[in-house]
């Protein structure tokens, strides 16, 4: 799996200045001619930052804690977003199984970006799946957790 790096750019520059003469506890004065070193940093923001920023508040809204992705941010939003409509929000609401949440959002991301796409739904559970790059989400949605992955399908002739 691929790691994405923020899309915000880091510049960092390095200024050195001398250390004032410190008072040692006799009094006498020390000179320190060792350099410091200060960062000043500015970030510089590129195109795609304000569709992170729109995922992040999304992500607080929704009360969801994105654990792993390797989807593009419109595929992530539309995840997390279809998964908190299949969850009732009032308590009085019946709540669907997870395998029915699990078919839906399955469902979904078959009919808007193909087949094969596999979803598994749940409080516990361990996985290790392989994936269609920029095929997978690892979030979780209250206390659900929900891994949702794409893999590539060949005809069989």
Not at 47 to 66: D, E, G, H, K
Not at 73 to 78: I, T
Not at 132 to 156: A, Q, W
């Amino acid at each position: 799996m691929q790691k994405h790096h923020s899309p915000l750019m880091l510049s960092i520059t390095m200024e050195q200045q001398e250390e004032p003469n410190l008072i040692n506890s006799h009094g006498s004065k020390e000179n320190h001619n060792n350099k410091a070193m200060h960062m000043n940093t500015t970030l510089t923001p590129n195109p795609s930052s304000q569709a992170i920023m729109r995922l992040a508040s999304l992500a607080i809204s929704f009360n969801v804690r994105l654990k792993s992705s390797d989807m593009p941010v419109h595929m992530q939003e539309h995840a997390l977003r279809h998964t908190r409509s299949l969850l009732p929000l009032h308590p009085p609401s019946p709540k669907p199984t997870n395998t029915h949440i699990a078919r839906a959002l399955k469902k979904e991301f078959d009919l808007k970006y193909g087949l094969a796409w596999h979803c598994v739904i749940g409080k516990s559970f361990g996985s290790f799946v392989s994936h269609t790059g920029g095929g997978f989400i690892y979030f979780s949605i209250d206390s659900l957790s929900v891994l949702l992955f794409k893999t590539e399908v060949h005809l069989v002739t």
